[in-house]
């Protein structure tokens, strides 16, 4: 089955610096690949994915690359805020019919 | 729409007790999925159902663990005989497609004494 690993487990990185985190996966034949935050307290709610057939997609300061070849994908949010602070999780699916296949999670804490 | 909703968020009793933790997906989802959150094991799926029909229970632990899903609107999650290391954070989600954006309930935190 599809297995993906997330790094680092914790990230600290101070306020209106850029945060990293990479994901790699196992199953060639995953094309959708999601990005969660979850705060204290909530379930994890999405907050970008991207497809294969799509190289790099932004939404304001949150940006994921996708190396298919590589087999691994990205997350990368700029200008960071105190409010970023949270858990993030990547995840990997095939085709509609299959379940997410959830990376570990990063703690991300942001100082001002 | 009022979301994924679950009841109750927060449940504590005793090893050996019967615990049913219930999920209502957003309305017009096919997918409904249960999952465990650990600490030491992260986010396990524990099964998922399409069209009420479960489709994967691979992840589910153990025979002390059984779910439902009655009708659409309508899924339960049941411990019994419950033990300690049952306890965790039990999130429900649901989507329009398997491997589409899934929304996440508030989840039921699980203590077992």
């Known amino acids: 089955g599809e297995n993906v690993e997330q790094h680092p487990s914790t990230l600290s990185v101070q306020e209106g610096d850029s945060a990293v985190i990479k994901c790699t996966y196992s199953?060639?034949?995953?094309?959708?690949f999601p990005w969660y935050k979850q705060e204290l307290g909530k379930g994890p709610q999405l907050i970008i994915d991207i497809r294969s057939n799509v190289g790099e997609k932004k939404d304001q300061r949150i940006a994921v690359t996708l190396n298919k070849t590589a087999k691994h994908f990205s997350l990368h949010i700029t200008e960071t805020q105190p409010e970023d602070s949270a858990v993030y999780f990547c995840a990997a699916s095939r085709d509609s019919g299959y379940a997410l296949n959830f990376g570990k999670g990063t703690s991300l804490l942001v100082t001002p | 729409d009022a979301g994924v909703i679950q009841s109750p968020r927060h449940e504590v009793t005793e090893m050996g007790q019967e615990v049913t933790l219930r999920c209502k997906p957003i309305s017009g989802h096919d997918y409904l999925f249960w999952y465990r959150q650990t600490m030491m094991r992260g986010l396990e799926l524990l099964i998922y159902?399409?069209?009420?029909?479960?489709?994967?229970d691979s992840g589910m632990p153990e025979d002390r663990f059984s779910a439902k899903m009655p009708n659409a609107s309508f899924s339960t999650l049941k411990i019994q005989p419950s033990e300690p290391r049952d306890s965790a954070v039990y999130f429900c989600?649901?989507?329009?497609?398997?491997?589409?954006?899934?929304?996440f309930g508030p989840g039921t935190r699980l203590l077992v004494l």
């Open positions: 199953d060639s034949a995953s094309n959708y």
């Open positions: 989600a649901s989507s329009l497609w398997g491997g589409e954006t899934q929304y």
């Open positions: 159902f399409n069209n009420n029909v479960p489709i994967d």
